[in-house]
């Protein structure tokens, strides 16, 4: 087995396994996003309401981080496809621990880049798999992060090469949702964000849970399914 990382293969199976579970994966993504985004609407753009924002943000996408962990599970295993109960069950027990992480990782990787370009994009890197680990092995909020350097070290350009080419593909629907944002009423503002995060946040999701589940295996060969291995918390 290969000991690096393929850029290309990440992408290949994040839109595999998008393609065979989109049938359910866009709905529940579309409706998942509308009430995120109507609980963000109504706490407001400032103070107090912007941070709690950031969390439902943050905690939106590591709900989906979850749900990703489980559809590619599903199928690096051969298992039968896991119904929207199923998803659910299984996405929401590590969500506290797992929106604290990405809370934490957002902020270090923000403040990195506002004031140090290079810095923030090694964090970027070094913690891409940061909510994958929180979500399947659930280690320890703060262990969390040295956990994903660890999987990482060794595939680190190849690692930054995913999260680039994944940045660039999300440039254009993430500029297209806020110009309407800008221009648009509320309503129709809401329901096209809804629309373009239902086929692009579980993309995003599924991208960076197949770094994981490809570094997990560089880590672990020659053993069998890693998702057997000690630790798995999506049982």
């Known amino acids: 087995m290969a000991r690096e990382l393929s850029v290309g293969e990440v992408f290949s199976t994040a839109f595999s396994a998008f393609g065979t ?3 359910v994966l866009v709905p529940l993504a579309f409706f998942s996003s509308l009430v995120f985004s109507v609980i963000t609407r109504l706490l407001g753009p400032e103070g107090a309401g912007f941070l709690v924002g950031l969390v439902v943000d943050v905690a939106f ?4 981080q979850a749900v990703a962990m489980v559809v590619l599970r599903d199928l690096r295993e051969q298992r039968s496809a896991s119904s929207i109960g199923e998803l659910l069950a299984t996405a929401l027990p590590p969500l506290p621990a797992a929106t604290l992480v990405g809370a934490l990782a957002f902020l270090a990787v923000t403040v990195s880049l506002v004031f140090l370009i290079v810095p923030g994009l090694y964090l970027v890197t ?3 798999v940061v909510l994958p680990v929180a979500v399947v092995e659930r280690p320890g909020v ?7 350097r660890g999987l990482v070290r060794g595939n680190g350009w190849k690692v930054f ?7 660039l593909l999300l440039v254009g629907p993430g ?13 129709v503002s809401i329901l096209f964000g809804a629309l373009v995060s239902a086929f692009v946040t579980p993309l995003q999701a599924l991208v960076l849970g197949a770094v994981y589940f490809r570094l997990l295996e560089i880590e672990r060969a020659p053993a069998g399914s890693v998702l057997q291995q000690p630790g798995d918390g999506l049982g």
Do not use: E
């Open 161 to 167: 090469g995913v999260v680039l080419l994944l940045t």
């Open 126 to 128: 070094i913690w891409a």
């Open 61 to 64: 996408f590591a709900f989906w």
């Open 175 to 187: 500029a297209i949702a806020l110009l309407l944002h800008q221009v648009a009423g509320p309503v």
């Open 21 to 23: 579970r989109a049938r």
């Open 142 to 148: 703060f262990d969390a992060f040295g956990r994903s």
